[in-house]
């Protein structure tokens, strides 16, 4: 007597493992030819293969045998390629406009390392007491710690925070006019 697809869904159903492995060596290679269909490229008829393949003791669990194996296999494969194209379909609503973001981001971050570059380069041309002051000031010290550090006083410090300024100013203004 030769065991139908059934009877391998109906035991594998009720647990049994070697039914499952039988009932899916038998339509394995048809499960895969459908989801290929489904979803026109390998990988994903690969990937969706294996996902219907890892759910498929759970779902055999409500197989109850009225209706051929294939038929309800085939149904499950619909309703997995159905359920993965909703998710991709959610997926690329919620990513819509984080191109965009991330184009913005990437052009800030462009630009202010291009001003740190600018800055940097600038304070090289500063004295060495406005530049050192600038350089403790950027490292968000305040005026006190950096009067300590450099033994000044924070009137001292805020005077050459604005000569460093005035400097910074005149070189950017003789790179525009060049």
């Known amino acids: 007597m030769s065991v139908t697809d059934q009877d391998l869904a109906l035991a594998a159903a009720g647990g049994d493992e070697a039914a499952f492995e039988a009932l899916l060596s038998r339509n394995y290679d048809r499960l895969f030819a459908l989801c290929f269909r489904l ?70 971050a462009a630009e202010e390392s291009e001003q740190v570059a600018w800055l940097y380069r600038a304070m090289a041309q500063l004295s060495d007491t406005l530049r050192d002051t600038l350089a403790l000031v950027l490292d968000d010290l305040t005026h006190a710690e950096v009067a300590e550090i450099l033994g000044v006083s924070e009137g001292t410090i805020s005077w050459r925070i604005s000569e460093a300024k005035k400097a910074l100013a005149r070189i950017r203004n003789e790179e525009e006019s060049t």
């Open 39 to 108: 979803t026109g490229s390998r990988a994903e008829a690969e990937d969706l293969t294996q996902d219907i393949c890892a759910v498929l003791p759970g779902k055999l669990a409500s197989y109850r045998g009225q209706a051929q194996v294939t038929t309800w296999l085939y149904r499950v494969a619909v309703n997995a390629a159905t359920d993965r194209r909703r998710r991709a379909a959610a997926h690329a609503r919620a990513a819509q406009g984080w191109g965009d973001w991330e184009v913005n981001r990437r052009k800030a």
